[in-house]
């Protein structure tokens, strides 16, 4: 076997005139996003709000901060940190960056009774709990659906003790009714009331307040944007014991990346992809039935070089091995999955294929392998990587006091290798994590494929992250988000309008 240690040079991306930077805020605020000079380019953003008066003042407030340049303290006075400026750059103004308008006002918005919100987050039942907060949202998105509002994005503003008590794991000790035991829920589920004290599809959704929202408000076909109203906070540094937040410029760039990529905008592109090659992560979630407890949902997202995203939700079944802890389909259900996806992707206008990689938290077995490349186009090369953060591997340590350098390739041999998507970042000038960085283990299980290439794309996946305006995340978009897509599919089983589009899932 032979080894070698490599470091991999930070991926490039694109923005406006086809200028070339590591650094999304960089090439934002020197050049502007990719697609600037596209006709699909959106010149100004029409935005909803839904909150609470409280809430509705606090995103009012922000709007304003986020029209202008914000620049942290300790960026402006390099005395008190010197490295601040890298972490976290002057924000230049929405505008500036984006080269589009997000008015101060929005086109259209919806004050949510605080007091019924409150209540509704108080019930001690989870699942009614969820529901009736949901409910709440929902019908406001229904509103502005039947009044035929053109709106690319809808802000939801969340009370922190609505974000606190609708989670999956949530307990409310000191409200009102009474919780419910497993048995009771499940009867719920297949039998209505008689007297209309309950809804069975509300035992039949999620819990947790934000898969349950995203999942149901599909169907408006307008992407959310979820922001808890701590999150909106302007002003001096937080007290002990609240909750910790980045300076105000670093959230602004998060915060816009996210809205502007989700009305429909491309903010960068990676450089690095090649064409022709997409990538295509397996997502599995097991069902929360507990007297079904190998039944786990399958689904694809697919990202192109374009940073586009599509998502198939495949089928139920019983999937999960407890003996073996993974998930693993039978041939056919693999390829109606990629059969699905690449359909999809066909839909919507997609160029001509060379490559399909496979990316699977899970190995991959021979027979889901064969049914996979059942779906593959002729003449399509199809690549089979397991990708995991492998907690038990091997750690790596370099002489000073900073960690091993992001990018940094251990091949094992010509189908294995540990990349450090996470580490030292050499133009930040620090390391932006907390503790010692922990590789990913990359394994081409089918097909065949040069191991430091993948690693290069995998590397390259990690910039693909629109929900935040970062240099690089520690993993790549096809794992990353590969529980966000399964919890909001599988957690509501129910809902049938999905939308094939990542941005609603994020």
């Known amino acids: 076997m032979t080894s070698a240690i490599t470091v991999l040079p930070e991926p490039e991306l694109e923005f406006r005139y086809g200028q070339r930077l590591c650094d999304p805020h960089a090439g934002l605020a020197l050049f502007g996003p990719f697609d600037a000079d596209l006709p699909s380019h959106l010149a100004s953003i029409s935005y909803g709000v839904i909150g609470t008066s ?38 230049p103004g929405f505008r500036a960056a984006f080269d589009s308008t997000w008015y101060e006002i929005p086109a259209w918005s919806h004050v949510l009774d605080s007091p019924e919100l409150l209540h ?33 994005v809808i802000v939801c503003v969340v009370p922190d003790q609505v974000w606190m008590n609708c989670r999956p794991l949530s307990k409310v000790s000191d409200g009102h009714g009474r919780s419910l035991s497993r048995a009771e829920r499940r009867i719920r589920q297949q039998q209505p009331d008689l007297f209309g004290y309950y809804d069975p599809e509300e035992y039949k959704l999620s819990v947790d307040f934000r898969r349950q929202l995203k999942a149901r408000a ?26 910790g937040l980045t300076c105000e410029s670093d959230r602004a760039w998060n915060l816009s990346t996210a809205l502007y990529y989700k009305a429909g905008g491309k903010p960068w592109r990676l450089s690095t992809a090649r064409d022709g090659v997409c990538y295509i992560g397996i997502a599995f979630r097991r069902t929360e039935d507990r007297q079904r407890p190998n039944t786990a949902c399958c689904a694809a997202q697919m990202f192109l070089d374009t940073g586009d995203g599509i998502v198939f939700r495949g089928e139920y079944g019983p999937w999960y091995s407890p003996e073996k802890r993974q998930c693993h389909l039978d041939t056919e259900s693999a390829r109606r999955l990629l059969a699905g ?36 186009p002729p003449g399509v090369k199809l690549v ?4 995991r953060t492998d907690l038990g591997g091997p750690r790596m340590f370099r002489q000073g006091q900073w960690p091993i350098l992001r990018g940094t390739v251990w091949k094992l041999g ?7 998507a996470s580490g030292f970042k050499p133009s930040l000038l620090t390391y932006d994590g907390w503790e010692v960085p922990v590789p990913l283990r990359i394994d081409v299980q089918y ?14 996946l990690t910039k693909l992250n629109y929900n935040a305006c970062k240099l690089g ?34």
Not at 138 to 146: D, M, P, S
Request: with cysteine; aromatic share 10%.
């Open 414 to 420: 010509p189908r294995t290798a540990y990349l450090w």
């Open 54 to 91: 409280e809430g509705m003042s606090a995103f009012q407030k922000w709007t304003a901060l986020m029209l202008g340049p914000i620049v942290t303290p300790a960026v402006a006075d390099s005395r008190e940190d010197p490295k601040a400026r890298y972490l976290w750059p002057a924000y």
């Open 341 to 376: 996806v690449l359909k999809t992707y066909e839909e919507q206008g997609g160029v001509s294929l060379r490559e399909v990689f496979l990316h699977s938290r899970s190995t991959i077995n021979e027979g889901e392998f064969s049914g996979y490349q059942q779906a593959c």
């Open 447 to 460: 097909g065949d494929a040069d191991i430091e290439q993948v690693a290069r794309d995998i590397f390259g």
């Open 120 to 152: 509704a987050a108080s019930h001690k039942d989870a699942n009614k709990r969820a529901y009736d907060v949901v409910n709440l949202y929902h019908n406001a998105i229904r509103i502005a659906h039947e009044r035929d509002e053109q709106l690319n």
């Open 218 to 243: 599909m169907e408006f076909g307008v992407p959310l944007q979820l922001i808890r109203e701590s999150t909106l906070r302007i002003g001096p540094a937080l007290r002990y014991g609240d909750r």
């Open 473 to 506: 995340d520690s993993l790549p978009v096809t794992v990353g988000f590969s529980d966000a897509v399964g919890e909001i599919l599988v957690s509501n089983p129910t809902v049938s309008r999905v939308s094939p589009s990542f941005k609603f899932y994020i």
């Open 384 to 387: 089979g990587v397991r990708v």
